[in-house]
């Protein structure tokens, strides 16, 4: 059995004794309180409330069983399990323009390749910084891929948004948030490498001159820089109305706004980041996009090492299931008692008043 916890050690060492001696004086000054003969009854509930939070404990460590053996030849190198992984995405009205692969929006694109991400990056930490005419958080940094994918299969671009929004869309707003995610992981996880992938199509608002990133190179391992779109662009949906897309037009005209792809933007934030830049379209695999990230990371960590992922039967949800369990059971003794001890004070506030 093995364990990848989703806290340092130490912090959830420290947490896990400090609920321990916290039960335990509880129980005494339960049992002190207790008349004889309900002893039973008062270490049995503390017993079950008790054993619930450790086991929620061991969950946090996250044990599992590695099946072992070789690294099958389909599975990526890039199957890490120490890794941080930052996914910027252009989160802006562009996203939505229906250019790629059968007339969908672009920000299919974008999703359906963080999920492929996501797949071979199992185990690892996420972050996502989304951004448009500023930079958000949306995702801090957590080994929680599970809640991960869930939160990737909705992403949509920002729709509370003002009414000059295009004209301020700026792609390397996100510069200063991800340098700061990046200290950040490296004080957490001093020996973790960070990988990062930007997402967009590179167009840039007209009251906007974005400049380069300026991460400090030591902070990245690697990453990519995925573009989305065509030359030939496509016309802005604002909203919908009575089922139809509305769009935005041209000031002064009946004509739509048109977004093209800008990928000499999008090559110059791979340049200032030193990574590729990957044109991608609908039915592309991921693999082309990994090798630049492999070959980085798998030489200061795991290159002469079996990956404890590949293979790895996940059982925490087993003793979270177990913690669960016994909290429902005490959440409905608890309401029994309650109900028990409010019956008992009406009866006898009721013969109080019959005497």
Avoid: C
Avoid at 46 to 65: D, E
Avoid at 219 to 225: K, M, N, R, S, T
């Amino acid at each position: 059995m093995t364990f990848l916890p989703v806290l340092p050690v130490y912090v959830l060492a420290a947490l896990t004794a400090v609920v321990a001696v916290a039960r335990i004086g509880t129980l005494y000054r339960a049992l002190t309180r207790t008349a004889p003969g309900r002893y039973r009854h008062v270490v049995l509930r503390w017993a079950g409330l008790t054993l619930a939070l450790l086991m929620l404990a061991l969950a946090a460590f996250r044990p599992g069983l590695d099946d072992g053996g070789d690294r099958p030849s389909s599975v990526s190198s890039a199957f890490v399990s120490d890794v941080n992984v930052f996914f910027v995405v252009d989160r802006s009205l562009t996203s939505r323009v229906a250019d790629y692969g059968d007339a969908q929006a672009r920000m299919v694109g974008i999703r359906d390749d963080i999920a492929a991400l996501t797949e071979e990056y199992r185990g690892a930490r996420f972050n996502m910084i989304g951004f448009a005419t500023k930079a958000t958080v949306d995702w801090p940094l957590s080994q929680d891929g599970w809640s991960f994918s869930a939160y990737v299969k909705n992403l949509a671009a920002y729709s509370l948004v003002p009414y000059d929004a295009l004209d301020f869309i700026d792609p390397t707003v996100a510069d200063e948030a991800l340098t700061t995610q990046l200290e950040q992981a490296n004080e957490l996880y001093p020996d973790s490498k960070n990988v990062v992938f930007y997402f967009g199509d590179g167009n840039s608002g007209t009251q906007v001159q974005p400049g380069p990133f300026e991460v400090p190179a030591d902070l990245i391992a690697g990453g990519a820089v995925l573009g989305y779109g065509t030359a030939a662009g496509g016309a802005i949906p604002s909203s919908v109305a009575d089922g139809r897309k509305l769009y935005y037009a041209q000031p002064g005209s009946a004509n739509f706004l048109i977004s093209t792809l800008d990928e000499a933007r999008l090559k110059d934030i791979a340049g200032s980041l030193d990574m590729t830049y990957y044109h991608r379209e609908a039915g592309q695999d991921i693999t082309p996009v990994l090798p630049p990230v492999n070959s980085s990371l798998m030489a200061d960590t795991v290159a002469d090492e079996p990956n404890q992922l590949v293979g790895r039967t996940e059982l925490y949800w087993i003793f979270a299931l177990l913690a669960a369990a016994l909290l429902l059971t005490e959440g409905v003794l608890t309401a029994r008692e309650y109900r028990r001890n409010h019956l008992s004070r009406n009866d006898l506030a009721i013969e109080t008043v019959t005497r």
